[in-house]
């Protein structure tokens, strides 16, 4: 299995608290992505970063930041969790998108619950 | 933007079927598409990976192909067994990946 560990990987809060989820890796892929799973939305992206320092916006970034000071860590940041942000979070790797022959490999996940 | 849907949501049959499983994509313009399975509380696990300039690709009892010009890859499972039970999930591979939100399969013994 590809070297990727979540932590925490359940977490229970309040809404209005800062959360911040880790993602680390130990495969030196360039890419990391960072996923919501909800019933009826399959996965949705919420950022990725292309190397250190370098991320971008997905599909449901809002209220959501990111930061990847190292290849081998991304952090996914609430500000300040809503109810709607309970999920379960996954982040992912892969070489690259445009090699094909590169597939994408995913974390355990992260059960995240905010009351 | 790229859009990946699999039809149906949830599929039941009887151990020993074969069975196909079906993911559609709006865009053709993509890298590859990964088919996936995931178990109930558990990360997804990559089972076979299409090269855009691929027909199919084969791993034991999986096959899967891929037509890009009608935006249709399919997941064929021989032989079902009730260890294939899961959410069977594609992933076309452009910019980014989009996920379809997957099949719910269960193989009844």
């Known amino acids: 299995d590809a070297g990727i560990t979540q932590s925490p990987r359940h977490k229970v809060t309040e809404t209005g608290t800062p959360v911040t989820l880790r993602c680390h890796q130990t495969e030196n892929h360039r890419y990391m992505y960072w996923y919501r799973q909800d019933p009826g939305h399959g996965l949705r992206l919420i950022h990725y970063?292309?190397?250190?320092?370098?991320?971008d916006k997905g599909e449901v970034s809002d209220g959501y930041s990111v930061s990847r000071s190292k290849t081998e860590d991304f952090l996914l940041t609430l500000e300040s969790a809503t109810s709607s942000q309970t999920s379960v979070y996954f982040c992912?790797?892969?070489?690259?998108?445009?090699?094909?022959?590169?597939?994408?490999?995913f974390g355990d996940g992260t059960r995240l619950s905010i009351l | 933007k790229q859009e990946v849907t699999q039809i149906p949501a949830a599929l039941s049959v009887p151990e020993g079927e074969n069975l196909v499983l079906n993911c559609s994509f709006t865009?053709?313009?993509?890298?590859?598409l990964q088919w996936f399975r995931q178990d109930p509380g558990k990360g997804l696990t990559s089972l076979l990976l299409i090269q855009s300039s691929q027909r199919e690709q084969t791993s034991g009892r999986l096959n899967a192909s891929l037509d890009k010009s009608s935006g249709r890859s399919t997941l064929y499972i021989a032989a079902s067994q009730p260890g294939d039970s899961a959410t069977y999930l594609c992933a076309a591979a452009g910019n980014q990946f989009y996920f379809g939100t997957g099949t719910s399969l269960t193989v009844i013994p």
């Open positions: 992912a790797i892969s070489e690259s998108t445009e090699i094909s022959n590169q597939p994408q490999h």
């Open positions: 970063s292309y190397g250190v320092k370098d991320t």
């Open positions: 865009d053709s313009a993509i890298y590859n």
